[in-house]
């Protein structure tokens, strides 16, 4: 291949990148359009996520999260490597103690693993949540983790992301679009 093909086909990925940006339109990543689609916890909430993601089956939720404590709902894309998962808590909390639960969380997750690379929390500006993330390891590589709080009509919903470390860049700013999407079930969006 000439250097001027090469040229090309980097000028032709770079307008797909940036015409394939928005959860509405698609994003343009690993060489393919992911689009997406509104996801339903019954009764609970919904959320934009990508066409390929399915409910993880129990035999594999059960391995990839061996703690009794996994979420109560995982999505996977089909090769397992990118994960979202919610846990919905049903008593009332308020707003404001939000930030100072997901710091707690946030220390003993440090405090158990002073390894791990923390960042520090952030408020989500577009619906009511905050979120932190961070790297932790695994077996052969490592992992990159989201955790999310939000409130969802009255009730609090924990969020999780991960996917291998390498990959971080290319979901970061993805899983905070789709978080902002999140809805009370039933809701309209606005």
């Not at 994960?83 to 158990?112: C, K, W, Y």
């Not at 790297?135 to 709080?149: F, K, Q, V």
Request: charged share 30%.
């Amino acid at each position: 291949m000439t250097y001027q093909d090469e040229m090309i086909l980097k000028k032709r990925e770079a307008l797909k990148k940036e015409k394939y940006k928005t959860l509405e339109d698609g994003i343009y990543m690993d060489g393919k359009i992911l689009r997406f689609a509104r996801w339903e916890i019954p009764d609970v909430l919904s959320i934009m996520v990508p066409d390929e993601m399915g409910e993880m089956p129990e035999e594999y939720a059960r391995v990839k999260y061996p703690s009794e404590f996994r979420p109560q709902m995982i999505l996977t894309t089909p090769d397992l490597a990118v994960n979202m998962g919610f846990t919905v808590f049903p008593n009332q909390i308020r707003s404001d103690d939000m930030m100072e639960l997901l710091r707690h969380m946030h220390a003993a997750i440090h405090r158990a693993n002073p390894d791990y690379r923390m960042n520090p929390c952030r408020i989500l500006p577009k619906i009511e949540g905050c979120y932190f993330d961070f790297r932790s390891h695994a077996m052969d590589n490592g992992i990159y983790n989201m955790m999310l709080l939000v409130l969802v009509g009255k009730k609090l919903i924990q969020g999780v992301f991960n996917c291998n470390d390498r990959d971080y860049a290319k979901w970061e700013k993805v899983v905070l679009m789709m978080w902002e999407t999140i809805r009370e079930a039933g809701q309209e969006e606005e």
